[in-house]
């Protein structure tokens, strides 16, 4: 089944930023690493030429274990669902990445392009030359789903190892099979699982589920699992969009916290750069919250009347911000 690249791109960023944990154990076992925190927003702010062409990256702000301490750098991930010579991009995002943080950066590609590689693609970038060193490269680290196997991603505990066992090399296994068992070990996980990734997890089988709709009804049945579908008006609201929805119309206050401090409504007292911060984080988090919409209303799960009910408040919220500069 073909699926829209920038969906295929939405998905493999949700995957990550759910289980962005499980994402660095898997991946790179031997690093150790601490507190985290994603600066996607702030990075497309300062760069808005950009926002089109980082719609399936991610840039977060980690702590890794270097040199038996932990230290603060700049994690680029970029997703790309064909292959691809992506030296010279990469390089050039270190490059943003350095600027925007002056830290450190660490810079990984992904792929989840379905062909079997006869050979790796590039890994590094030929960025610089000096008398005493010639040719001076940067590095970056390169995934390739498809080079790993289903049946021994499927057997681990981590939900993200089960999940991408849809993508990687699936030769001899049975779809329905997998797919049972992840939604067995998420029913098994269900009071530990968010409402996102609860949501992520359906929207992710639909995607690459190799099944009929039938037997995966079936399956869905069996396992107990038909409520995930009741959690999208859930997710809806707990990601902390704005009362009033249903109404269609934007009541003047923003609900949930800002950077885990501010709650409630915005009362417009707040002046100068800190008034700027919280405009820029509120229309970071409309902006997401209509980028989700527009998914779910792709991939069919609202339709052409909820979503436009359900994305004019957020239209109208992020023009009158414009309109206030």
Known sequence: MKINPKMHDALFKWLITSFTEDFFKHYFPNIRIGKYRFIDKEFIQKYEALKESLRGDLFLIMEVEIDDDLQEIVIQIEHKSERKNVGKQVFEYLCYAWLLRKKPVWNIVIYTDNAVWRKPVPDSFWYAFDLNHQKQFMHFDVIKVKNEKSGDLIKKHSLLCKLLALKANDRGEDPEKMIREIYQAAAQMKNQLTNDQLLLIERWINAYKKISNKKLNKVKKEVDMEMIETTITEHIFNQG???????????????????????????????????????????????????????????????????????FPFLLELKKIEAGR
């Open 241 to 311: 969009m704005i009362e009033g929805m249903i109404e269609g119309k934007v009541e003047g206050k923003v609900e949930g916290k800002i950077e885990g401090k501010i709650e409630g409504k915005i009362e417009g007292k707040i002046e100068g750069k800190v008034e700027g911060k919280v405009e820029g984080k509120i229309e970071g988090k409309i902006e997401g919250k209509i980028e989700l919409l527009e998914n779910m209303y792709q991939q069919k799960m609202i339709s052409k009347k909820q979503f436009d009910q359900l994305v």
